[in-house]
């Protein structure tokens, strides 16, 4: 981006095809609200200066072939600052993209509320978080791509309250701007990479990188309205192994350093990945691998959703990686799991855990909340939620992202209230009695499904140019 500060240079690197908006009333008070002395002569030196009228650009878009209205901010514009004229231009915005049903991205470079303009201009902060909530009641994604600087009000309504965080590298990013921290502030905690460290955006993308990243991103979120969600497909297994022919034998495969794990079934799952990442509450679980990706084809009865000129069935993932599960993973699949059931897209989730994370800064972090939000999400998300369980399926930290009813396993996987050696020690049993116990566990991928815990167990898909049939058994063995 030639000029991350400049409005229309910020647009022309992500489209050639923007209209802009008619502009809604201008103020035609001299000095503004609080007649602020010079502040008319601030307004038009800023106009000359740039060749805009207000900080705030909109209209419609298209980017990476998806339909879109486009807020950018100019910064070179009394600092990108939010005043009257300016919640007029943004309330327009989210009222446009909520009318039309087309998801809104902000290209945000802004200092904050506009001091001339006093407590009204902070005031434009409400109308911003409310028509953000109406826009968001209607359905359509909110992105925000954070340029250099986003700080104030700008960063905690637009940028902070979107659906989808992305960010400039190296951008200053904070609600504290550079002339208002404490002394002997950490600076590192207010850039980009400081905020994704701590789980608050979800990705730094390189300019170059930035329009086609945003089309993708655009052909995640948008669904087709004329159909319901179909559930996702359950994916093949990745192994070969048969069933297990004991409770212990489960547990070894399932813990083995050497079976198939989450990256690799996603990647042999979709044709293009796009993480969300963080808790947005300073957190997040590298252990969990969360976010929207495309299928390439048409299946069901949906239509195909483009991404950047390729062809996608868009849904959503929740993948555990076979380390025990912090809170902030469980907050945010939570996120990811009620942003996919606001948008019609269905969810996949992947189990493996040995369980949730049970240390003392896991309970300080709210282990216990965060796992009852998880379970809140599912059971209250309205799309239909498919998972398979890939290794361990470790009592309540993996039955929180498991689906009722549409659970399925691998042979190399096992599902338990509690892991075998666990079990034997609360019964007071001895250590050669855990293998006995996994077998009264009845934790095997075959025992899951008599018992009615799994649909199936799932396995190898065909090997290339074989027939496709189902990759499913409903008891094997």
């Not at 826009?135 to 009000?153: H, S, Y």
């Not at 559930?231 to 350093?257: E, F, H």
């Not at 990647?267 to 976010?291: H, I, M, N, V």
């Not at 939570?334 to 059931?341: F, G, K, N, P």
Request: contains cysteine; proline residues 7%; aromatic residues 4%.
């Amino acid at each position: 981006m030639a000029d991350r500060r400049s409005a229309r240079a910020a647009i022309a690197a992500v489209t050639a095809d923007f209209t802009e908006s008619t502009a809604p009333r201008e103020d035609t008070s001299a000095d503004g609200p609080l007649d602020w002395t010079g502040y008319a002569d601030s307004r038009a030196r800023a106009t000359a200066r740039t060749g805009e009228r207000e900080s705030v650009v909109h209209g419609l878009a298209t980017v990476g072939g998806h339909r879109c209205v486009l807020v950018s901010f100019e910064f070179g514009f009394l600092g990108g600052s939010l005043g009257r004229r300016t919640g007029d231009r943004l309330e327009a915005a989210y009222e446009e993209a909520a009318s039309r049903r087309l998801p809104l991205v902000s290209l945000i470079a802004t200092g904050g509320s506009r001091m001339q303009e006093g407590m009204i201009a902070l005031t434009q902060l409400h109308r911003v978080a409310a028509a953000s909530a109406r826009l968001r009641a209607a359905g359509p994604a909110q992105l925000a791509v954070l340029r250099d600087p986003t700080t104030g009000g700008g960063w905690a309504t637009l940028g902070a309250g979107a659906d989808v965080i992305l960010a400039l590298p190296g951008a200053q990013v904070g609600f504290a701007g550079s002339r208002v921290r404490p002394p002997g502030a950490d600076p590192a905690a207010y850039t980009a990479e400081g905020q994704l460290a701590a789980g608050q955006i979800d990705a730094i993308v390189p300019p170059q990188e930035l329009a086609a990243t945003l089309g993708r991103w655009l052909g995640a979120l948008t669904r087709p309205a004329t159909a319901p969600p179909v559930p996702a497909p359950v994916p093949a297994a990745l192994s070969r192994t048969g069933l297990p022919p004991t409770g212990w034998d489960a547990v070894l495969r399932a813990r083995s350093a050497s079976r198939p794990r989450a990256e690799a079934y996603l990647d042999a799952y979709f044709g293009t990945r796009l993480p969300l990442d963080g808790d947005r509450c300073g957190g997040r679980d590298p252990g969990l691998l969360c976010g929207f990706g495309l299928r390439e084809g048409n299946e069901g009865n949906e239509g195909s959703a483009g991404a950047g000129g390729s062809g996608g069935r868009p849904v959503a993932y929740v993948a555990q990686c076979g380390t025990a599960t912090r809170p902030a993973g469980y907050r945010t699949a939570a996120r990811v799991i009620r942003l996919a059931d606001r948008l019609g897209i269905p969810v996949l989730t992947l189990v493996d855990t040995p369980g949730a994370a049970n240390d003392a800064e896991a309970e300080r972090a709210g282990a216990g909340a965060a796992i009852a939000d998880a379970f809140a999400a599912i059971a209250a998300a309205r799309v239909p939620v498919t998972t398979l369980v890939i290794g361990e399926g470790g009592s309540g930290g993996a039955l929180a992202l498991a689906a009722p009813g549409n659970t399925h396993v691998t042979a190399d996987s096992y599902f338990s209230v509690i892991a075998p050696e666990l079990a034997a020690a609360i019964l007071k049993r001895s250590p050669d009695q855990v293998h006995a116990t996994a077998d009264q566990l009845r934790l095997r991928p075959q025992d899951l499904v008599e018992l009615g815990v799994a649909r199936s167990v799932v396995r190898p898909g065909p090997p290339p140019g074989a027939d496709t049939g189902s990759t499913r058994t409903g008891s094997e063995g």
